[in-house]
């Protein structure tokens, strides 16, 4: 069977473009991420730049938000999965009042730091417009991925990514 390159180029590039326009959630960038520094629940502050070297999930959510609450035990098997391959997760939690973070985490136990963003500060600089939202960066500190929104199975996608990246 014979197949002509500019042919397969044009069917594999309308099949992107296809599957692109179905995923509008996700998006891919490679641009730097703005740095923050942000209280931690795990005492002090943290400050994204001091991860370089790691591929960096920060999820922005909120205790209010449903599919938040589906993805947090999600998240903490992605932590399990790859913490030693060197990648982390900074859960930013955007509520006014952290109180109301700390009775979720409660009750869906997690390993990875989270942090408190109160007045929507870092959430503006990453343009967060839905909930939850997440942002993967890889080791030199590039965004390379935004996904906003959760649906089950989405994990999958960033397990995807994270792989690729830890790979890098």
């Known amino acids: 069977m014979t197949f002509s390159l500019p042919k397969y180029c044009s069917v594999l590039s309308t099949s992107l473009l296809l599957v692109l326009s179905v995923n509008v959630s996700a998006q891919v960038s490679n641009t730097l991420a703005p740095d923050f520094t942000l209280k931690s629940d795990q005492g002090g502050n943290m400050r994204l730049s ?3 070297g790691n591929v960096v999930l920060v999820n922005f959510w909120a205790s209010w938000c449903g599919p938040c609450k589906e993805e947090l035990p999600k998240m903490e098997q992605l932590q399990q999965d790859y913490q030693d391959l060197g990648f982390t997760i900074l859960a930013v939690n955007v509520d006014e009042d952290s109180n109301k973070a ?3 985490l409660d009750d869906i136990k997690i390993s990875y730091p989270v942090l408190f963003d109160p007045t929507a500060k870092v959430s503006k600089l990453y343009d967060v417009s839905a909930m939850p939202t997440t942002v993967i960066i890889d080791r030199d500190g590039k965004q390379r991925l935004l996904h906003k929104g959760y649906k089950s199975g ?3 996608t960033y397990a995807k990514a994270i792989k690729a990246l830890i790979r890098e």
């Open 50 to 52: 001091e991860q370089r």
């Open 102 to 104: 700390n009775v979720l």
């Open 154 to 156: 989405d994990e999958k």
